[in-house]
């Protein structure tokens, strides 16, 4: 499933979806000042993609007792704005992912920074005064071993992590 995900991101990363005014406004209606400043450094797919996560995650906590919880979606937006600080476009980002996955494989400033981004975002948003729930989840948000379960809720966890395609730890 990861590479699948990986696969669809890059090729929507190609030719990124802006967002219009509706999702402009939607998203300021989830996120404190302190996110929306992080979060506008994203470029336009990162934006497109995290809009698309915060959109899965609302649907699948409709009807729960998380729904509207603007904590989560707020979450979900935000889990990967140390993205923007590597700058790379779509293929320097899909290289960095194989070497990453390469023990001993070399890797510039740029490709660290993306390989870190998890790291690097929370900070981002820890220095901007985000909420406790939005950085410990950019931080932790690839690791189920580091989920910040004491902050977030496991089934928010599980389900954060469904919005953005990746693979839920076997039970």
């Known amino acids: 499933m990861r590479a699948a995900h990986l696969a669809r991101r890059f090729f929507g990363s190609l030719r990124p ?3 219009d005014e509706f999702d402009r406004a939607w998203v300021r209606s989830q996120l404190t000042a302190a ?3 992080v979060f506008g450094r994203l470029g336009a797919a990162d934006r497109a993609e995290a809009l698309a996560t ?14 509207g919880d603007t904590r989560w979606t707020a979450a979900a937006l935000c889990h990967d704005v140390g993205k923007s600080v590597a ?5 320097g980002r899909a290289l960095a992912t194989v ?3 390469v023990p001993g494989a070399r890797r510039g400033r740029r490709a660290r920074a ?21 950085v410990a ?11 910040p379960t004491a902050l977030v809720p496991p089934e928010v966890c599980e389900a954060l992590a469904r919005a953005d395609g990746e693979s839920l730890p076997v039970k």
């Open 35 to 37: 996110e929306q400043d």
């Open 99 to 101: 070497a990453g996955a």
């Open 114 to 134: 993306y390989l870190a981004h998890a790291d690097v975002g929370a900070r981002l948003l820890a220095d901007a005064g985000a909420r406790p729930e939005t």
């Open 87 to 91: 700058a790379l476009g779509p293929l």
């Open 54 to 67: 915060a959109r899965r995650l609302a649907a699948a906590l409709r009807d729960t007792e998380h729904e």
């Open 137 to 147: 989840w950019a931080a932790a948000h690839h690791d189920p071993a580091r989920w």
């Open 17 to 19: 979806r802006r967002l």
